[in-house]
């Protein structure tokens, strides 16, 4: 199975190296500054165990031929619109797209381009790039889940795990994927919109006189706003999240504040924005989820 992994940084380094390493044929599409960093210093995979350099496959838009049975998306929401020109040329007729992006608006617009090509995926990791470009996986954590978005594992879903599984990381093969989907969104958006707002990891949040109340009410509206618009609730799951995140002991953060104390862009408007468009759509009110987009999109323009 050729593998396309679109993107080589923290999630997409991280998952094609491990394939790499267990001997798939695995091309990762980057771009021109990328391409000239791992050509010089290779991928280096730093872990808990240790580290290795990989040469690994590369490939520009500019040069990419012939079609691939399983592209895997890891770019960030709002570079999907050129990852998506990107691709087109390695897309055949049995090509099947694994996105692994934050939110769920990329799932529809994905399936406009490409139809039922599209595959349900998403990770856990905790990993991210280092000062050279190195690919550091920051605790044991790292989990690939994918599925058919309509539940129907046939036999295309099949060739995809006997792929990806028994590589150095989790693999979970869903047979409901969509709600796996929606709670990852849960709490991503939980997490990243109370850190984001308050400035500070769930620790220091908790610990502070009504941060308990800020994280269940962002909580609650966001629960509300997947529940009506589509998310059968799993009610043991939802109060497991809402436990993890309910930790004074874990001082937890989200890649967006992360990327947000740094300077850099942000998923504003996939993570938090595009729940405020839903909940709009079922009359749920959001008024703690709107305070954290304003304040998101003040950063923006600041920025």
């Known amino acids: 199975m050729r593998i396309l992994i679109v993107g080589a ?3 997409g380094g991280y998952f094609g190296a491990r394939l790499a390493q267990a001997g798939r044929d695995v091309t990762f599409l980057v771009r021109e500054r990328r391409q000239q960093q791992l050509q010089q210093t290779g991928l280096v995979l730093q872990t808990p165990e240790g580290s290795t350099v990989l040469q690994p496959q590369l ?3 500019s040069t990419l031929t012939g079609d691939y049975d399983l592209i895997i998306l890891t770019v960030k929401s709002f570079a999907l619109e ?5 691709i087109a040329p390695a897309v055949g007729a049995q090509t099947l797209i694994m996105p692994i992006l934050n939110g769920m608006r990329h799932i529809d617009t994905l399936r406009a381009r490409f139809g039922d090509k599209v595959i349900g995926g998403l990770c856990k990791i905790h990993a991210t790039l280092g000062e050279h470009g190195e690919v550091m996986q920051l605790s044991p954590l790292h ?3 994918y599925g058919a978005l309509d539940g129907n594992n046939d036999a295309r879903l099949a060739r995809v795990d006997a792929a990806l599984r028994d590589a150095q990381f989790d693999s979970v093969f869903a047979d409901n994927i969509i709600s796996e989907l929606w709670e990852k969104w849960l709490l991503l958006s939980t997490l990243g919109a109370v850190c984001c707002v308050a400035r500070g990891n769930t620790q220091h949040i908790l610990r502070s006189a009504g941060g308990e109340a800020l994280l269940q009410g962002i909580f609650a509206e966001v629960l509300a706003v997947i529940t009506a618009d589509g998310y059968q609730q799993r009610p043991a799951v939802t109060a497991k999240i809402y436990e993890t995140l309910n930790n004074p002991d874990a001082a937890m953060t989200s890649s967006m504040y992360r990327d947000l104390t740094q300077g850099y862009d942000i ?3 996939q993570i938090i924005g595009d729940l405020l468009v839903r909940g709009a759509r079922h009359a749920v009110a959001t008024p703690l989820l ?3 987009y304003v304040n998101l999109q003040v950063y923006l323009q600041a920025r």
């Open 290 to 292: 709107n305070a954290v």
């Open 59 to 61: 490939a520009l838009a």
């Open 82 to 86: 050129q990852a998506i020109e990107d």
């Open 9 to 11: 940084g923290a999630t």
């Open 143 to 145: 989990v690939l889940y």
């Open 267 to 269: 998923e504003a408007d």
